[in-house]
Each structure stands twice: as structure tokens, then as C-alpha cells.
């Protein structure tokens, strides 16, 4: 009996373009969305930012809280707290050093 998952992976990387080296159809469309794409390009401090930032918040909730509460309260703050942050990292950190990378020698 052959595994479902690689039978899957096999019948859908027949169906993409030769070259691609993604074996899921939905993973090209997900890449081709314009949310995704932004996200991946802030996805570095996204790591990097969001628990110094669960660090700081989650001291501060109110202790009566359940913690379910106190679960989506993280969420509702530490989530767009990170896009900002994130976004300010990448644009005034990752991006300079970037740019004063020099062009790759081959």
C-alpha cells in the first residue's frame, strides 16, 4: 500500500510547470496573494519581535482573568503590536543594511 501523502505530493507536482520546485498548487496561489507576500517580507522581525513583546504585555493583564481571557487579550495586542513593530524594524533596520550589502560575486 503506498503512503496517501506522498501519492498526494506526486499527482500534484505532475500538474505544476517544470521548475517551480513547489509541489502544492494552493502554496502558488498563497505566494501569489498580495497579504501573504508582505507578511513574508516582514516575517523575520515578526519572529523576532513578538515575544519581547508577549514578555512585556502579559505581566500587565489583570490576574482575575482567565486564561482564556487573557489568551485572546495576548492576541488582540501582541498581533498588531508586531505588524507595527516588525514593519519599523524592516523598513529602518533590514532594509539599509540591504542596501549597503554588495552585489553577490559568482
Known sequence: ???PI???SHDRAEQ??????LHDIAAQSLLANRPAYYLGGISFGLYLWHMPLVFAIAPRLPEAWSPAMKFWALVGLVLPASLVVAEL???FVEQPF???????RT
Open 6 to 8: 506522498s501519492a498526494l
Open 16 to 21: 505544476l510547470p517544470a521548475g517551480t520546485g
Open 98 to 104: 540591504l542596501r549597503r550589502k554588495p552585489a553577490h
Open 89 to 91: 524594524s524592516h523598513r
Open 1 to 3: 500500500m503506498t503512503d
